[in-house]
């Protein structure tokens, strides 16, 4: 019986070739992103944002009313509550600012969300209770920083490590690559205004970790091929080394991607968020792998000499003895 092969052996794309339009437009989604993030924000779920959660499903709606939701929740004092659908389209969430006052009172955050439920079923009688969480805005300001050091602290370890085993120019690739990855991740939940929360962190760390491990089994055959083949220019040499790990990272992205599909489209709605993120951290990871991580080792001035030790006075003179004896 013969394997099936998704990448024949003799593969050959000049991936190389179009580095540079490449380079251009993920730098300009990496812009887009972060203007994205800097001016409609990120829509924080309690866990960052504090104050008080209720979500609710109208059993008998189709709909849920949110701006009716809105405009009766507003009028309770708290501010202008955020309303949105949670999951099915009858599900909402309605998140409210506490109070200075509600602050290290106990009971009285749980109370407010009672109230808002009150309010609600007096209008809407057939509503389902689903939650009523709640979190300070001090442990919320908590969350969000170490949520942000989690971050830094692991893409410049990652960025660490390979410059350890690689060299430096490596270090910067990789780091590179991974900004590029969490760049459009965040420019995705900025866009769509999907909750971000700590689920989502936790979707970028390993998001963090998927597109290390790509980038290292390419880097690995960069380092072997630069050993074998010193007068390859290294564009061809980089695109001999993509190639040769192409069969591996579509065998990979394929088996993650069979198991994210269905949870992404049939999954629970409180695990669309992780799975978006994961989905779409499976998708540019591995395309930064390729045209992030490769490319940025021909502008850092990687050469085909990089990994070859450099000959010391000893052993010049150890070959001139020898070619010595030789003669």
Same mark, same amino acid.
């Given at each position: 019986?013969?394997?099936?092969?998704?990448?024949?052996?003799?593969?050959?794309?000049?991936?190389?070739?179009?580095?540079?339009?490449?380079?251009?437009?993920?730098?300009?989604?990496?812009?887009?992103?972060?203007?994205?993030?800097?001016?409609?924000?990120?829509?924080?779920?309690?866990?960052?944002?504090?104050?008080?959660?209720?979500?609710?499903?109208?059993?008998?709606?189709?709909?849920?009313?949110?701006?009716?939701?809105?405009?009766?929740?507003?009028?309770?004092?708290?501010?202008?509550?955020?309303?949105?659908?949670?999951?099915?389209?009858?599900?909402?969430?309605?998140?409210?600012?506490?109070?200075?006052?509600?602050?290290?009172?106990?009971?009285?955050?749980?109370?407010?969300?009672?109230?808002?439920?009150?309010?609600?079923?007096?209008?809407?009688?057939?509503?389902?209770?689903?939650?009523?969480?709640?979190?300070? @805005?001090? &442990?919320?300001?908590?969350?969000? =920083?170490?949520?942000?050091? +989690?971050?830094? #602290?692991?893409? /410049? *370890? $990652?960025?660490?490590?390979?410059?350890?085993?690689?060299?430096?120019?490596?270090?910067?690739?990789?780091?590179?690559?991974?900004?590029?990855?969490?760049?459009?991740?965040?420019?995705?939940?900025?866009?769509?205004?999907?909750?971000?929360?700590?689920?989502?962190?936790?979707?970028?760390?390993?998001?963090?970790?998927?597109?290390?491990?790509?980038?290292?089994?390419?880097?690995?055959?960069?380092?072997?091929?630069?050993?074998?083949?010193?007068?390859?220019?290294?564009?061809?040499?980089?695109?001999?080394?993509?190639?040769?790990?192409?069969?591996?990272?579509?065998?990979?992205?394929?088996?993650?991607?069979?198991?994210?599909?269905?949870?992404?489209?049939?999954?629970?709605?409180?695990?669309?968020?992780?799975?978006?993120?994961?989905?779409? @951290?499976? &998708?540019?990871?591995?395309?930064? =792998?390729?045209?992030?991580? +490769?490319?940025? #080792?021909?502008? /850092? *001035? $990687?050469?085909?000499?990089?990994?070859?030790?450099?000959?010391?006075?000893?052993?010049?003179?150890?070959?001139?003895?020898?070619?010595?004896?030789?003669?």
């Amino acid at each position: 019986m013969r394997l099936l092969k998704l990448v024949p052996d003799d593969t050959n794309i000049k991936f190389l070739k179009w580095r540079l339009p490449f380079y251009v437009v993920s730098c300009l989604l990496i812009a887009a992103s972060w203007g994205l993030v800097l001016t409609k924000g990120l829509n924080y779920g309690v866990d960052f944002a504090g104050g008080q959660e209720v979500r609710l499903t109208f059993e008998q709606r189709k709909e849920a009313p949110i701006p009716a939701l809105r405009e009766l929740v507003g009028g309770l004092g708290y501010g202008t509550p955020v309303v949105q659908e949670f999951g099915e389209a009858n599900q909402v969430s309605i998140r409210v600012r506490l109070p200075e006052e509600a602050e290290g009172v106990p009971g009285a955050a749980t109370e407010i969300g009672n109230q808002v439920i009150r309010t609600i079923e007096g209008e809407y009688p057939a509503v389902r209770r689903d939650g009523n969480d709640t979190v300070s @805005g001090k &442990v919320a300001s908590e969350f969000r =920083s170490d949520a942000v050091l +989690a971050l830094v #602290l692991a893409m /410049l *370890g $990652v960025a660490l490590y390979i410059w350890i085993r690689f060299e430096w120019q490596f270090g910067v690739g990789a780091l590179f690559a991974l900004f590029h990855d969490v760049s459009l991740t965040l420019g995705m939940f900025a866009l769509f205004q999907m909750e971000f929360s700590l689920q989502i962190i936790a979707a970028i760390l390993a998001i963090i970790g998927y597109s290390l491990n790509d980038t290292i089994v390419v880097y690995d055959r960069i380092r072997e091929n630069l050993k074998k083949y010193r007068k390859m220019h290294l564009p061809e040499l980089l695109d001999l080394s993509v190639n040769e790990t192409l069969a591996r990272t579509v065998m990979t992205s394929l088996t993650l991607a069979v198991a994210l599909i269905p949870l992404l489209f049939f999954g629970p709605a409180s695990l669309f968020g992780l799975t978006a993120a994961i989905f779409l @951290g499976l &998708v540019v990871g591995t395309y930064s =792998s390729v045209y992030m991580a +490769a490319p940025m #080792l021909i502008w /850092l *001035g $990687v050469n085909s000499d990089s990994f070859v030790p450099e000959e010391t006075i000893a052993d010049k003179q150890e070959a001139a003895a020898r070619r010595m004896s030789e003669g």
